[in-house]
Structure formats: C-alpha cells, structure tokens
C-alpha cells in the first residue's frame, strides 16, 4: 500500500516537473522580448527542475545519493532566479528595451534599436546616475523609427 | 538489452522524461542560435544546463548509476558561473571579465 503511495507520488512529481518545463521551454520560445524570457526562465524552469529533482530524491529512498540530490535541488533554487536577474539585468545595462503591447516591433527590431543607440560613456555603468541618464535618452530612437514607418 | 526497459514503473517513467527533456532542450537550442541579444542565447543556454542537470539526476536514478549526481552537482556550479561571467562581461568590456 505505501509502495503504491510512494510510486504515485514520484510519478506524479516528476510528471509536474516535465509540464513545468514544457512551459518554460514554450515561454522562452514564443515570448516577446528578452525580460519576460527572463521571468519565464527563472520562474518555470525552477519549478520543473525543482519537481523533477524532489521525485528523483523521492526515489532514491534514503541514502547518501538522495542528500546530494536534495543539495541540487537548494543549489538550483537559488542560482536559477539568480542568473536570470543578473541576465535580465546585463540586457537593461546594454540599453534593450522592454517590448510593451502597443509596440509591434519583433525582437530583431529592438535589438537593433539597442545597437543604433548612442553609447552615453565608455566606461562602466556605476550607480543610479548612469541609469537615470539612459532613462531620458530611451525615447528618442522609438519616436524616429516610427515617424519613418508611417 | 536496454537498461531500465525491463525494469519497473519508476525507472521506465525515469527513463522516458529524460528522453521528453531531451526534446525540449534541442527546441530551446532554437533560442540560443537565433538570439537576437547576447542575453538571449545565455538565458537559453542557462535553461540548456538546468535541463542537463535534471536529465542527469534521472539518469542516475534510471541507469543506476550515482556518480551521475556527482557530475550535476558540479555542472550546477558552472552553469551559474558561466551566466553570471558572460553577464558581466557583457555589460563591462575590457573590464577584468
């Protein structure tokens, strides 16, 4: 009876972890820009992964295989959101812009828009100044490129 | 004779989402060749290496083989160092990274 409990159990974790990867791996494909890959990278795949590695841990019973698994499982947890911040974050630096609904830009576009930018200085990117600089000097490629559209 | 096709359930339903994982992770290779950004194709390389590592923790357990979870362990490690590097690098050039 509790073999049966315990079977179902990791089938059914590891069924959840596939579906949530599905739906990561659909999110980075199909979503618009950069940032929201971000969220559904960060968000989605830590919870497939976070499924897959408690039913593999569930499995293993209890050994010293399953405190590296679960040790995986708190690794991954903490360094997936991780990276995708810092990710997402390497992207605002370098100036791409966020896709917003009324934008019918593709990602391409964007990227280009990013590129065409002037660089406002050579040298890194240091505090809330550098930020706020970019943040007044952002509109000015969008308004160009749809004045040459219509 | 195929290791685990004779097996039980779990190993089976082990072996067969790491094969389905395997699927996803050759679509989201789609993501890291296209881009358009740089961060673009090290998100997708970064869910790639979240994928390995969970394909190589079902392998471990559908194979029978533990040193597997060794190997994952430390692909989690460089996994996270490449995307914080690359990040940074990126943002930085000529820096120290």
């Known amino acids: ?150 | 004779m195929i290791p685990g096709l004779s097996g039980d359930l779990v190993t089976q339903v082990f072996l067969l989402v790491a094969t389905l994982l395997m699927v996803l992770a050759v679509a989201v290779f789609y993501r890291a060749v296209k881009g358009p950004t740089t961060q673009d194709r090290v998100l997708a390389v970064n869910v790639l290496g979240t994928n390995t590592v969970v394909v190589l923790a079902l392998l471990a357990e559908g194979l029978g083989e533990p040193s597997l979870l060794d190997i994952a362990l430390v692909y989690a490690l460089l996994n996270f160092l490449m995307a914080v590097a690359i990040s940074k690098f990126t943002v930085e050039r000529g820096g120290v990274l």
């Open chain 1, 1 to 150: 009876m509790i073999e049966v409990v315990r079977t179902s159990a990791i089938v059914g974790l590891v069924l959840a972890g596939l579906f949530f990867t599905f739906v990561s791996t659909t999110g980075v494909l199909r979503l618009p820009d950069i940032y929201s890959r971000a969220h559904t990278a960060s968000q989605a795949d830590t919870l497939g992964a976070g499924f897959t590695l408690a039913g593999v841990a569930l499995a293993l019973g209890w050994s010293t295989t399953t405190v590296k698994t679960v040790l995986l499982l708190f690794f991954i947890f903490l360094t997936n959101p991780t990276a995708a911040h810092a990710i997402a974050r390497a992207a605002h630096e370098e100036g791409v812009e966020p896709w917003t609904t009324d934008d019918d830009r593709s990602d391409e576009q964007l990227h280009e828009a990013a590129l065409s930018r002037p660089v406002p200085d050579g040298g890194p990117a240091t505090g809330d100044g550098a930020e706020s600089a970019e943040d007044t000097d952002a509109g000015s490629p969008v308004e160009s490129q749809e004045g040459d559209r219509s």
